[in-house]
Nanobody, 124 residues
Framework: QVQLVESGGGSVQAGGSLRLSCAAS????????MGWFRQAPGKERERVASLGTEGTTTSAESVKGRFTISRDSAKNTLYLQMNSLKPDDTAMYYC??????????????????WGQGTQVTVSS
């Protein structure tokens, strides 16, 4: 089975931190561009960050300096460290695998495997 399972979401106060995990099975995360996306009610799904096979990272302007994407090849797991959280960060967060191997693109339609999502709620 090719599968992604997110965990680590929850409710925190503004200024707090969370680390999201994405456990992969059926493939190796190091062999693909992997991305984190989020979607708030009534808004489009947007890419938060991505990590290419050569280690190149991309992050949305709204989270630069606060969020860090990484992977642990030994555990076949992708992570998103979120610091200095704001109420606007409240959303369902998803991890995903690029349909184009090691290449990263911003659009959700370019990713072919998705997790179920984990909810992040930031209160003021």
């Amino acid at each position: 089975q090719v599968q992604l399972v997110e965990s680590g979401g929850g409710s925190v106060q503004a200024g707090g931190s969370l680390r999201l995990s994405c456990a992969a099975s059926g493939f190796t995360v190091h062999s693909y561009c992997m991305g984190w996306f989020r979607q708030a009610p009534g808004k489009e799904r947007e890419r938060v960050a991505s990590l290419g096979t050569e280690g190149t990272t991309t992050s949305a302007e709204s989270v630069k300096g606060r969020f860090t994407i990484s992977r642990d090849s030994a555990k076949n797991t992708l992570y998103l460290q979120m610091n200095s959280l704001k109420p606007d960060d409240t959303a369902m967060y998803y991890c995903a695998r690029s349909a184009w191997g090691g290449l990263c693109f911003p659009g959700p339609s370019t990713y072919d495997v998705w997790g179920q999502g984990t909810q992040v709620t930031v209160s003021s």
